[in-house]
């Protein structure tokens, strides 16, 4: 009969077997769980709720993002101040940013 290291082939075979058939096993479960976790789950982050509120917060008027009398209403208008304060880093080093102006 055929050895090797004076093992039965056999005996390595059916344990190799055994191991990759565990291993595949694990995987497949692992796969399934994953597939069903994934479908139960509701993604928060795409409901139209949430999309009005990102919209709103970012490209909406003052009067819309703070209704109320109170807050920081010169601190909205996020996507004007960040291209405003680019323009005004950007003056002398950038040929036509100087021609720029954001209003």
Do not use: Q
Request: charged share 25%; aromatic share 10%.
């Amino acid at each position: 009969m055929a050895t090797i290291f004076n093992v039965d082939h056999k005996a390595i075979a059916i344990t190799t077997l055994a191991a990759a058939a565990s291993v595949t096993a694990y995987t497949l479960y692992r796969l399934h769980t994953l597939k069903r976790k994934l479908a139960a789950r509701e993604d928060v982050y795409e409901t139209a709720k949430s999309l009005n509120k990102y919209l709103i917060f970012h490209y909406g008027s003052p009067d819309e993002i703070l209704p109320w009398s109170f807050g920081p209403k010169s601190d909205v208008d996020f996507p004007k101040r960040c291209a405003e304060l680019c323009v005004k880093h950007a003056a002398g080093k950038v040929p036509f940013a100087d021609t720029m102006r954001v209003s």
